[in-house]
């Protein structure tokens, strides 16, 4: 057995073969009291990829960190080869708070690649970038839909991408979206340091939902026995069927202002002029209906009971046709 080389996160050694949680501490809270953000990681003792499991970039999409909590708790993160990564919960710090960005109102999504003397968002996106992604080959990044909007279980990629694609096909989300890399993004700083990483969306902010949670752990492993590091002991389940590729997409906006009565439609392709939904004011003077602009799969939809004026309230899959209109 050839020797494998000595990963080094944080100033921490781990040696093949070993286990250990190393403790990401860039600021105290503002009562001095420490926080620390868990980094766990676990090695074979041969040699293999390095593939990271991540969450909770965002502090309030908590459907992400139970994906990465269950891959930990099923011992589903000890591989047959490589070392496995898992990091349930970047912003402790948005996380405590239930809240979606940093306690400095900046969202750690947008600060990549960060700064080592920049604000507090943009520290915490530097280390991670510097001490974590350097050594790392694969990677998904789990989040969720903002707000009250419940999005479906879906990959997002970057187009044109041979590697990535297949790794989409192997995590087999109901949906596969292509989608650009947005400027600032923890996909957009992997992607120059040729990570080959995936960004998985499913559900809404502060809940858990077990079949995006199930959606998730499924797509994990089967990307684990792709690279052939999952121990066989797990068992992987069979897709129904293959994911639905999506190049193009529209939000449907609220025509106006009042209660938003949704008919579930939600992961089901739908026909243009079809219902989605009514909204009605609080007073029964007026109901309208909200219809599909298109043929399409709606794949996100917002569980708010009220909306106003022009806010999303679904989003929609568009043919290549339709888009060129």
Known sequence: ???????????????????????????????????KI????????????????????????????????????????????GTIICIPIINMFGFINRSREFPDGRDLNRVF???????????????????????????VDFHAGGASRFNVPQIRLTPNNPELKTLADVFNAPFTLLSKNISGSFRSSSDKLNVKMLLFEGGKSLDINESISDAGVAGAKRILSHLNMLNPKHIIEKPNSETTYIEKSTWVRASCSGLLHDFKTIGSFVKKGAVLATITDPFGKFERKVKAPNDGYIINANHSPIVYQGDAIYHISKSIDEANN
């Open 38 to 81: 868990p980094i766990i990681v676990q090695r074979s003792k041969i040699d293999g990829p390095v593939v990271l499991f991540s969450a909770g970039i965002h502090g309030d999409e908590i459907n992400g960190i139970e994906i990465v909590r269950q891959l930990i708790s099923k011992k589903i993160n000890k591989p047959q080869k």
């Open 113 to 139: 690649p960060g700064s080592k003397n920049g604000s507090l968002a943009s520290r915490f996106a530097y280390h991670i970038l510097t001490e974590i992604m350097p050594i790392v080959d694969y990677a």
């Open 1 to 35: 057995m050839k020797n494998i080389k000595t990963i080094t996160i944080l100033g921490e050694t781990v040696l093949a073969g070993e286990s250990k949680t190393i403790d990401m501490e860039i600021a105290k809270l503002h009562n001095t009291a420490k926080l």
